[in-house]
């Protein structure tokens, strides 16, 4: 198999672009970093910066039903991380595949998660 061609990849993030503009549009789901590789792929990641853990998973969860995601069963690393993901396709263009994920972190300073 032999080097894609950069139309094609071109042609890939277009479509994944088309995609997002449209999901941008629904007002009533929670902000999410969206961002589209090379591969033209839709990769949404909720932010732990300034939500919550509750908050987190409650995202995670609202875009993982709007996408018709496919969630994978969550699992926890080492240092107690909660890792969420679900992978998606919408039909954009030649269609456009994705993932919505999460990483949900342990309170740094015994605060409360909620």
Same mark, same amino acid.
């Given at each position: 198999m032999g080097a894609v061609p950069n139309a094609?990849? =071109? !042609?890939?993030q277009r479509d994944? @672009?088309?995609? =997002?503009?449209g999901l941008l549009k629904l007002n009533d789901l929670p902000v999410v970093t969206w961002t589209i590789p090379v591969s033209g792929a *839709? #990769? +949404?990641?909720?932010d732990s910066l300034t939500s919550k853990p509750a908050e987190m998973r409650a995202a995670f969860d609202a875009w993982? !039903?709007? *996408? &018709?995601? %496919? #969630? %994978?069963?969550? !699992?926890t690393s080492s240092? &107690?991380?909660? @890792?969420?993901? &679900?992978?998606? !396709? =919408?039909? /954009? +263009?030649y269609g /456009? +595949? +994705?993932a919505i994920r999460a990483t949900i972190h342990p309170p740094f300073d015994g605060g409360d998660e909620q």
């Amino acid at each position: 198999m032999g080097a894609v061609p950069n139309a094609s990849m =071109l !042609r890939w993030q277009r479509d994944a @672009h088309k995609a =997002l503009a449209g999901l941008l549009k629904l007002n009533d789901l929670p902000v999410v970093t969206w961002t589209i590789p090379v591969s033209g792929a *839709l #990769v +949404g990641d909720v932010d732990s910066l300034t939500s919550k853990p509750a908050e987190m998973r409650a995202a995670f969860d609202a875009w993982a !039903r709007q *996408l &018709g995601a %496919t #969630v %994978t069963p969550e !699992r926890t690393s080492s240092d &107690g991380a909660i @890792h969420l993901y &679900g992978k998606f !396709r =919408l039909d /954009v +263009g030649y269609g /456009v +595949g +994705g993932a919505i994920r999460a990483t949900i972190h342990p309170p740094f300073d015994g605060g409360d998660e909620q």
